[in-house]
């Protein structure tokens, strides 16, 4: 029986990319060689794709081939200005994105996907772009009845060009500690924790450093951090609900990636129907966001 030609992508230009390479290794190291024709697609910093024997080791050390611009499928010339070497790669069956953030989780790439007709894992357009900005999911979600803390979104030009009325803005709405974030981006990347307005212009720097626009959000106190698996399409299913107890203040990059000393605990230790109501949310939140095939929804629980 022919095997199945899956594509994996993964790197990426966003500030992710490093994020990615360590999902990617996972998944690649997953898939059984017997059943599965194993296809690794790499995508540079700089938005170069390649195909090479190994480019998740290319990328991992820094030291990636001659850039190529191609895409997974072989398409004709006219789909795109430029279209190199697709040749070498030839037809794909499936594609699965692990991709991180902007230029891949957020529906770029799912729409290349979806205009070449390959099939890929995950997401589609809309769940992925909604799923990745959080001022856009905040609005839908609290829409939908979905409990999220209070929010402000700024543009990096409105900052740059009032900083002192940007603040006093902040300052009106939000009492300390507060949240400054990317819209776009994943992995507690580019996320400061402020204390006092001292700290502000700094969170605002690099929050905007990554995005042109910028959430402030209500911190909530003594949170925990509660997550849920949910896998499905038309009819999802939750997991159970896991903790992540982290090693520093909040989950923050490091918390997560570096130094090794968070705690996931599974299940959490909630009471049975405050468990449920958290799983019944999470099937709430996937499907007012329209995703598909399955998702991490995260939660903040207050202690009180």
Known sequence: MKRLR????FGGRSGEHEVSLQSAA????????????VVPIGITKDGGWLLSADPLRELAAGNPGPRQAALPVTLPTSALNRVERAEALGPLDVVIPILHGPYGEDGTVQGLLDLADVPYAGSGV??????????????????????V?????????????????????????????MF?????????????????????DAALAL??????????????????????????NDDPQASVCGEIVPSNEFYD????????????????????????????????????????????????????
């Not at 899956?6 to 992508?9: D, E, K, S």
């Not at 996972?26 to 024709?37: C, E, I, N, T």
């Not at 992995?187 to 502000?200: C, F, N, R, Y």
Request: net charge positive.
């Open 6 to 9: 899956v594509g994996v992508i």
């Open 26 to 37: 996972s998944v690649l190291g997953a898939l059984d060689r017997a059943k599965y024709d």
């Open 126 to 147: 809309v769940g992925s772009a909604v799923g990745m900005d959080k001022s856009v999911m905040k609005s839908v979600f609290r829409a939908c009845g979905l409990p």
């Open 149 to 177: 803390p209070d929010w402000l979104t700024l543009t990096r030009s409105a900052w740059r060009n009032d900083p002192a009325g940007v603040k006093q803005r902040i300052t009106r709405q939000f009492a300390y500690p």
């Open 180 to 200: 400054v974030k990317p819209c776009n981006l994943g992995s507690s990347v580019g996320i400061t924790k402020v204390h006092a307005l001292g700290e502000l």
């Open 207 to 232: 929050a905007a450093a990554y995005d042109r626009r910028v959430l402030v959000e209500r911190a909530v106190p003594n949170a925990r951090e509660i997550e849920v698996s949910v896998l499905g």
């Open 253 to 304: 990059y490091n918390a997560k990636y570096i130094d090794g000393k968070s705690q996931a605990i599974i299940p959490a230790d909630l009471p049975p129907d405050l468990a449920e109501r958290v799983r019944a949310m999470a099937v709430e939140a996937f499907r007012a966001v329209d995703a598909a095939g399955f998702a991490r929804v995260d939660f903040l629980l207050d202690r009180e």
